[in-house]
T-cell receptor, first 113, second 114 residues
């Protein structure tokens, strides 16, 4: 069974530029999460989807961050414009139900210069 | 509201020695508890979970954890560590009602020395 796939693995951009991350969850997993992980810290939830619906986006900075999950499968997280403080690892995870454990992708390490 | 405290940011230990990584949580509702491991430049991998039932939970790679409701703790243990156990370990708590929000601790860096 393929795991959660994220791309790209690494991204370096200049500040004020846009950037997008892509996530393909485990087949059949209805719940999808985007997490932000700063250096030396645990993951923090940005947004949670149940199928196509964003059911928890309270921690998503909506002035510059957006996400979508068309057709309830793949998801894209976008930042526009990026700021220096956005440098971090962005993790995608999925679970078969909201009350079971999440399986994580390898993450995208973003560096904003 | 929930919170998770991992009491040690770094734990150095010699190979084949036992180790305990400490985790305390607070929550106003009942919770599920998890331990994840993260190797360099990798995502998080589930080590073990407590949902209900026996308070002693066994996971992969020889790790186990014990849920202590009265002390609101979920400490991770391994009787004999290997060099390959060097990684970051995260404790997480999820409410099992309402929003099912998962909160992660700040992590404990386990460094196994030869």
């Amino acid at each position: 069974e393929a795991g959660v796939v994220q791309s790209p693995r690494y991204k370096i951009i200049e500040k004020k530029q846009p950037v997008a991350f892509w996530c393909n969850p485990i087949s059949g997993h209805n719940t999808l999460y985007w997490y932000l992980q700063n250096l030396g810290q645990g993951p923090e939830l940005l947004i949670r989807y149940e199928n196509e619906e964003a059911v928890d986006d309270s921690q998503l900075p909506k002035d510059r961050f957006s996400a979508e999950r068309l057709k309830g499968v793949d998801s894209t997280l976008k930042i526009q414009p990026a700021e220096l403080g956005d440098s971090a690892v962005y993790l995608c995870a999925s679970s078969s139900q909201v009350n079971t454990e999440a399986f994580f992708g390898q993450g995208t390490r973003l560096t904003v210069v | 509201a929930q919170s998770v405290t991992q009491l040690d940011s770094q734990v150095p230990v010699f190979e084949e020695a036992p180790v305990e990584l400490r985790c305390n949580y607070s929550s106003s509702v009942s919770v599920y508890l998890f331990w994840y491991v993260q190797y360099p430049n990798q995502g998080l991998q589930l080590l073990l979970k407590y949902l209900s039932g026996s308070t002693l939970v066994k996971g992969i790679n020889g790790f186990e954890a014990e849920f202590n409701k009265s002390q609101t703790s979920f400490h991770l243990r391994k009787p004999s560590v290997h060099i390959s156990d060097t990684a970051e370990y995260f404790c997480a708590v999820r409410s099992n009602t309402g929003g099912f929000k998962t909160i992660f601790g700040a992590g404990t860096r386990l460094f196994v020395k030869a």
